[in-house]
């Protein structure tokens, strides 16, 4: 029963840190609608990928190229500027949010 208890317990304290993820994310997102759309559903001045379909580690995989310059096309320079203050654990909530 202990260790039922105790499992159970591991389960809500996952589910708040998403929660908490989810809503970081929602808030960093913001600055990137305007170009991205609300729903991740637009091609960034008409060039990039649509990003909800990216999945997280692929909105993972990008956000870190581009903050470290080793990822982007005709977008490289503006996304770095965007990504540049962001650390891992936000760009991880940010991915979370848009593949939700």
């Given at each position: 029963?202990?260790?039922k ?37 637009k091609?960034?001045?008409?060039k990039?990928k ?9 909105v ?11 990822y ?7 996304m ?12 991880t909530s ?7």
């Amino acid at each position: 029963m202990m260790k039922k208890s105790i499992m159970v317990v591991i389960a809500l304290l996952g589910l708040g840190c998403v929660s908490v993820m989810a809503d970081e994310g929602a808030d960093l997102y913001k600055k990137c609608a305007a170009c991205h759309g609300a729903a991740g559903e637009k091609a960034a001045l008409g060039k990039s990928k649509i990003i909800k379909d990216m999945g997280v580690s692929g909105v993972i995989t990008a956000l870190k190229g581009y903050k470290d310059g080793s990822y982007g096309g005709a977008s490289k320079a503006i996304m770095k500027g965007q990504v540049a203050a962001l650390t891992d654990a936000q760009i991880t909530s940010i991915a979370t949010y848009i593949a939700k």
